[in-house]
C-alpha cells in the first residue's frame, strides 16, 4: 500500500513537472530531499532522547504502570491482543494523553515505544499487527483538546477569537476518531 | 496554559521518581540512550516519502486538480480554498500550516473560509508522516489495511467539518 501510494505521488509530480518544463524544480527536490529529511532527523533527535529519558524515570519509578492501570479498562476493548497488565498499556496511555494536551513532541517517542513493546508480541516481524493498526488509527486521527499550533497563528494574526476553533475541532476529531475506530473494527474482523 | 503542561509534567516524574527512590539521574540517561538508535531506525523511511511527498505538492498538480474540481465545488458551495488544506493534510502538515497562514492573510483569521480550513487542520494529524514514521521505527514493511483506515477516516473528518462548522458559526 505504501509502495504504491510512493510509486503514485513521485510519478504524478515528475510527470507533471516535466510536461510543463520544470525540471529544475523536480531536479532541486530530488536533491533536497536528504537534507529536508536530515533537518527534520536532528531536530527531532534531541526531543526524542530527551523524553525517552524523562519517560524512563516515570517506567522505573512504577508511575507508568500506575497510570496505565487507570487507563487499562477502556483500552482493553480497543486492544484484546494485548496481555493483562503488559507495559504497552502504559506507552499507550502515555501517548494518548500528550496527543490529547496537544504535546506532539512527547507523543512521539510514547508512541514509538508503544510500537516496539506492540512488536514484541508481534508473530510476525515484518507484518503490522491488528493492536498496531487500532494504536495508528488513533493517533492519524489526532483527537486533542488544543490544537497549540493554530491557536497560535491565529494569535499571529490579530484573531479577535483565537480559541473558537477548540470546540468544532473537539467535536469533529472526535467524531472521524469512532468512526476510525469503527471501520478499523470491521476491517479486522474480515 | 500549554506553556505549563511541559515542565509541570517533567518536574512532577522526576519529583515522584525521587520519592520512590530511584537513581533519576541514571534512569534518565539510560532512557534516553536509546533515541539514536530509534531515530536512525526512522530516517530511511521518513527520506523515501519525504522524497516523494516534496515531489507531489511543489509539482504544482494538486492546482492543476483544482480546475477540474473547482465547477463541483461551486456546485456544492463549498469555498474551493478548502481544497488544497484537506488534500494535503495527511501528507504533510507544514504545507497546511503555510496555507493557512495565507488565507488567514486574505481572508481574515475570523472569516467562515478560516475557521473552516482552521478546524480541517486542527481536527487530524499527518496520517502519511505518522505512519511512515512508527511502522518504519519497528521495521513493519507490510502495514496491511492500516493506510486505508487513516485516509479514509481524514475524508470523514473533512465531510464532518464541512457539516459542523456551518452550524456552530
Redesign the interface.
Same mark, same amino acid.
Given at each position: #500500500?505504501?509502495n504504491k501510494?510512493?510509486i503514485f505521488?513521485?510519478i *504524478? +509530480?515528475?510527470i507533471?513537472?516535466i510536461s510543463?518544463g520544470?525540471f529544475n524544480?523536480?531536479n532541486r527536490?530530488?536533491l533536497?530531499?536528504?537534507k529536508? %529529511?536530515f533537518d527534520? $532527523?536532528i531536530q527531532?533527535?534531541?526531543l =526524542?532522547?530527551?523524553w525517552? +529519558?524523562?519517560?524512563? $524515570?516515570?517506567?522505573?519509578?512504577?508511575?507508568l504502570s500506575k497510570l496505565s492501570r487507570k487507563i487499562e479498562p477502556f483500552l482493553i476493548r480497543l486492544f484484546p491482543e494485548i496481555p493483562k497488565g503488559h507495559e504497552a498499556f502504559g506507552y499507550i496511555s502515555s501517548n494518548i494523553i500528550a496527543n490529547i494536551?496537544?504535546?506532539g513532541n512527547?507523543a %512521539?517517542?510514547f +508512541? =514509538?515505544k508503544a #510500537?516496539?513493546s506492540?512488536?514484541n508480541l508481534n508473530g510476525e516481524?515484518?507484518?503490522?499487527s491488528r493492536s #498496531?493498526?487500532t494504536f495508528?488509527?488513533m493517533? %492519524?486521527?489526532?483527537f %486533542?483538546l488544543?490544537?497549540? *499550533?493554530?491557536i497560535s497563528?491565529?494569535m499571529l494574526?490579530? @484573531?479577535?477569537?483565537?480559541s @473558537? $476553533?477548540i470546540?468544532?475541532?473537539i $467535536?469533529? @476529531?472526535f467524531?472521524?476518531?469512532l468512526? +476510525?475506530l469503527m471501520?478499523?473494527r470491521l476491517?479486522a474482523k474480515k | 496554559m500549554t506553556d505549563l503542561f511541559i515542565p509541570l509534567i517533567v518536574f512532577l516524574i522526576i519529583i515522584y521518581g525521587y520519592l520512590k527512590k530511584i537513581n533519576v539521574y541514571d534512569s534518565f540517561v539510560v532512557g534516553a540512550s536509546e533515541g539514536f538508535s530509534i531515530v536512525k531506525g526512522m530516517f530511511p523511511s521518513l527520506l523515501a516519502m519525504i522524497l516523494a511527498v516534496n515531489i507531489f505538492k511543489n509539482s504544482g498538480v494538486i492546482d492543476f486538480l483544482f480546475n477540474f474540481l473547482k465547477p463541483l465545488f461551486l456546485f456544492l458551495k463549498i469555498p474551493f480554498e478548502v481544497l488544497p488544506i484537506a488534500i494535503m493534510r495527511p501528507l504533510s502538515g507544514s504545507f497546511g500550516l503555510a496555507l493557512l497562514n495565507n488565507i488567514y492573510g486574505i481572508y481574515g483569521p475570523d472569516s467562515f473560509i478560516s475557521i473552516l480550513s482552521s478546524v480541517i487542520q486542527g481536527s487530524s494529524d499527518t496520517t502519511i508522516y505518522i505512519i511512515t514514521l512508527y511502522f518504519g521505527s519497528v521495521g513493519i514493511k507490510k502495514i496491511k489495511y492500516a493506510l486505508w483506515v487513516g485516509l479514509l477516516a481524514d475524508l470523514f473528518m473533512v465531510i464532518m467539518s464541512l457539516i459542523v462548522v456551518p452550524i456552530l458559526f
Open positions: #500500500m505504501i501510494l510512493w505521488l513521485i *504524478t +509530480g515528475s507533471y513537472l510543463s520544470n524544480v523536480l527536490e530530488i533536497n530531499s536528504g529536508v %529529511t527534520l $532527523i527531532i533527535f534531541p =526524542i532522547s530527551l525517552l +529519558g524523562i519517560m524512563n $524515570i516515570a517506567k522505573e519509578s512504577g508511575l494536551f496537544g504535546l512527547a %512521539t517517542p +508512541g =514509538i #510500537m516496539k506492540l512488536q516481524k515484518d507484518v503490522a #498496531m493498526i495508528l488509527v493517533n %492519524t486521527c489526532g %486533542t488544543i490544537p497549540t *499550533t493554530i497563528l491565529r494574526h490579530n @484573531s479577535d477569537r483565537p @473558537s $476553533i470546540l468544532p475541532c $467535536i469533529v @476529531s467524531f472521524s476518531l468512526f +476510525g471501520i478499523d476491517w | -
